[in-house]
Each structure stands twice: as structure tokens, then as C-alpha cells.
């Protein structure tokens, strides 16, 4: 894992030939193979080598009974969204692979904008969208959350930008508000109140 190799982007290529670069440039990451078995590309569900990385539709609990073909990401999103989790992983690993939720929330935003799940169509707009339904309460429960969700949106913005993943630049930042301090310090005031005797 100390001699991990950055993607760097072709001048020439445009950006659907970049997704596919980029795509190939990933299969090749081994860091998280374990003995005898290697990291299954074809896998939905990643779990085995990176915990709890399932490529699932947002909000779908892939330990359902009623989990099926239907809940999986969009084929078109599926190899990119594993080339970035796995390349941002590589790079820091964390317990929380929280760089797929804002790959799903791309993938609805898309889908809600009538687009088809195609990084490549990724712009403002599509962004925006993305932090709508990020904002969105019954998404996320907490406001610490949307925040968080938001921001890794914004990562993952810049990095299509950076590396011409996308047909137009989004030059994009996250419009969600940090949740103050002072609200936070309340809620933790209240819920100290409640323990008191």
C-alpha cells in the first residue's frame, strides 16, 4: 500500500475515454487483496475485502431480503464508482466508505435530471441536485451528515474536474451549511439536563 500510484490524465483523450483509462488504471490497485482471494471486480457487494462497501442504489439496504438486480447501481456508474471508492481508498484508508454515498447521489441526480447515469454528464447542475437530495432530511437525519455528504460531493466534483472526467468542468462547491457549533452545544446542554437527577 506505501507505493500507491496517482492517475494522471491523458491531454488527448476525451472524457469518456479518460472514465475508461481511469477505470483500467483502478483494476490494476491491488492493496486489497486478501491470501487466496483476490478483490472480485464483478462483486456487488465488497464487504469481504473493504468493510461495508456494497455498490447499491442510494438508500438500499443490501442486507434485505428483498435486495435484487434493481437496487445495484446503474451498470453505466458501477465501474467508475468502484474505481474511485477503491482509488480513494488506496490513498486513505477509513472504517466508512462514505465516498459511494456521494457516487449514489450522483447516480439519482442524474437519473432525476433524465440523464442516464453517465459520469461523463456530471455538471452543476447535476451537483446541485445532488445536494438537494443530500439535504433532504428523510435522506440523512442529521444536518452533521448532510454536511459531511456534501463535502465528499464537492471531493468528488474536483476530482472529475482535476482529472476531465466530465464533458464540462463543474467548478462546483458544496452549498450545504456546516451546522454551527452553538446548536451543537445546545443539543449536548439539553441532553446532559435530561441525565441530571
Request: aromatic share 8%; with cysteine; net charge positive.
Amino acid at each position: 500500500m506505501s507505493d500507491v500510484i496517482t492517475f494522471k490524465p491523458r491531454e488527448q483523450l476525451n472524457a469518456e475515454q479518460q472514465v475508461k483509462e481511469y477505470i483500467a488504471f483502478a483494476k490494476k490497485l491491488r492493496g486489497f487483496d486478501k491470501e487466496n482471494a483476490p478483490l472480485d471486480w464483478e462483486a456487488v457487494n465488497w464487504s469481504f475485502w473493504i468493510k461495508s462497501l456494497a455498490f447499491s442504489k442510494l438508500g438500499t439496504n443490501v442486507r434485505s431480503k428483498s435486495f435484487g438486480p434493481d437496487d445495484i447501481l446503474d451498470r453505466q456508474i458501477t465501474d467508475f464508482a468502484k474505481a474511485y471508492c477503491l482509488h480513494q481508498q488506496s490513498l486513505n484508508r477509513t472504517s466508512e466508505v462514505i465516498q459511494v454515498v456521494a457516487v449514489r447521489l450522483v447516480e439519482k441526480a442524474l437519473l432525476d435530471l433524465g440523464y442516464a447515469a453517465d459520469i461523463t454528464l456530471v455538471d452543476g447542475g447535476v451537483m446541485d441536485r445532488a445536494a438537494e437530495v443530500c439535504d433532504d432530511r428523510s435522506v440523512h437525519k442529521s444536518e452533521d451528515r448532510a454536511y459531511r455528504c456534501g463535502q465528499q460531493l464537492q471531493a468528488l466534483s474536483r476530482f472529475l474536474d482535476d482529472n476531465k472526467l466530465t464533458v464540462r468542468p463543474a467548478n462546483w462547491t458544496n452549498p450545504i451549511p456546516r451546522p454551527t457549533d452553538a446548536e451543537g452545544h445546545r443539543k449536548r446542554e439539553d441532553d446532559r439536563k435530561k441525565k441530571m437527577p
